[in-house]
Structure formats: C-alpha cells, structure tokens
C-alpha cells in the first residue's frame, strides 16, 4: 500500500457534472495539499490543510471545492468545470513541526469536455 | 512571475557521465530546496534536498549544490543511469510557517532528463 493514494486515477467529466476527488495519506501526516499541473506548466499549489483546517487558497475558483474530514483524507469536489481545467491533480501530505519532504500520491488525470 | 526556473527543458547525457540539471529562484525568502523526480504516470517522487544553511548534501549518486549569492542551485548525477530518465523538478519552500512543514512548495517546469545507454 503506497503512502499517498489517490482515487480515480482518471476521470472524465463535462461540464455540468459534479464529481469528487479522493486522497488518502497513511503515512500519518498532519498536512495535507492539493496540488495542479496543467500541460507546459509548473506544478501549482491549490489548498493547504494543516490539522484539518484549510490554511492556504491560492486564489482558486469556486468550481473546485476541497473537503478534509480528518488528517488522513482529502477531497476535492469538482462542479461546473471548463474544460481549460483539464489537468493532473496532485494530492500530497506532510508533518508540521518536522522538515520533511511532501509524499505524493500519483494524481488523478482529469479531462473536462 | 515565476519564482522558481529551470530555463532547460531538456537534457540528454550518456550512461556513464554526469547529469547537471540547474534551477533558479528569485525569491530570497526561500530558505529550503528539493528535487523531485517524477516519472509518466505517476507523482512527483522527492530525490534530495538542502537547506539554506549549507551549500552541499549528498545522497549516493546525487548531489545538490546550493549557490545563495546567485540564487542558484544545481543538481548532478554521476554516474548517470537510463533508470535515471524522467522529469525533474526543483522547488523552493520559503520561510518555516505552520510548524515547519514543507509541502508549501513553489515548482519549476521541470527538465526532462534522457540517459542513453
């Protein structure tokens, strides 16, 4: 079982769809992030939970909606999506308090029609 | 204005030699890097990091070179295998906030590095 996973690892939606975006970290983290790549671009960083609260938005359109129930899981609730939001979504976890590195998991590849 | 810029977006070395892959960052509030390896379909894998305190750490066949008065950091892989071929992205996390964490990071594009056998 891999430290960070992410289900679906695809998904295809239009545009009035509403669909969800689960990641779950066993890794016994504390901090959990939401991460964006779109094609040609950096990786970009969407929302940041520290202990269940959301710490960071990063300007990021109401359409994406994220959900962190408790320290191990995180969604991220998808409604009314264009398809310029086509892109690899990346869940990754952390330990405040400790310099470590941020776990990925291996994304979740989303096309918009 | 990107913050974190890794100006090749390719690299091909040959099995054996030294791979030097570059990034840049403009923000001096950045006080600790990482290299991320990542390979088609799958997450970005963490390689190796410095922290602004030192200018070297090694890690086997990685090494990350850290440059403060340039803003600049660099890094190399000897010898470099065909395993070793994927994209590989620097990021920049600034100052410690929230405790310490470290997933509040700012990425390049990346480099996509070919080892040729």
């Known amino acids: 079982e891999t430290g960070v996973t992410q289900t679906p690892r695809h998904l295809v939606m239009g545009m009035t769809n509403k669909k969800s975006l689960k990641c779950e970290q066993h890794?016994?983290?504390?901090?959990m992030y939401w991460y964006k790549q779109s094609a040609k671009k950096p990786l970009e960083l969407m929302f940041v939970?520290?202990?269940?609260?959301?710490?960071e938005n990063n300007s990021v359109p109401s359409r994406f909606s994220p959900e962190c129930p408790n320290s191990s899981h995180l969604f991220l609730h998808l409604h009314t999506l264009q398809p310029e939001d086509s892109a690899l979504y990346l869940c990754?976890?952390?330990?405040?308090?400790?310099?470590?590195?941020?776990?990925f998991g291996q994304g979740t590849r989303l096309t918009v029609v | 204005d990107q913050q974190v810029k890794q100006n090749s977006p390719s690299l091909s070395v040959q099995e054996g030699r030294i791979s030097i892959l570059n990034c840049d960052y403009t923000?001096?509030?950045?006080?600790?890097f990482l290299w991320y390896k990542k390979y088609p379909a799958e997450g970005p894998t963490f390689l190796i990091s410095?922290?602004?305190?030192?200018d070297k750490n090694e890690d086997g066949r990685f090494t990350v070179f850290l440059n403060k008065s340039a803003k600049h950091l660099s890094l190399h892989i000897v010898p470099s295998q065909p395993g070793d071929s994927a994209v590989y992205f620097c990021?920049?996390?600034?100052?410690?906030?929230?405790?310490?964490?470290?997933?509040?990071?700012?990425f390049g594009k990346g480099t996509k590095l070919s080892v040729k056998p």
């Open positions: 890794l016994g983290h504390n901090a």
């Open positions: 410095i922290s602004s305190i030192k």
């Open positions: 990021a920049a996390s600034p100052q410690m906030n929230y405790g310490g964490s470290q997933g509040n990071l700012i």
């Open positions: 939970y520290n202990f269940k609260e959301q710490t």
């Open positions: 990754a976890s952390s330990q405040v308090g400790r310099g470590t590195e941020a776990f």
């Open positions: 923000n001096s509030m950045f006080d600790y």
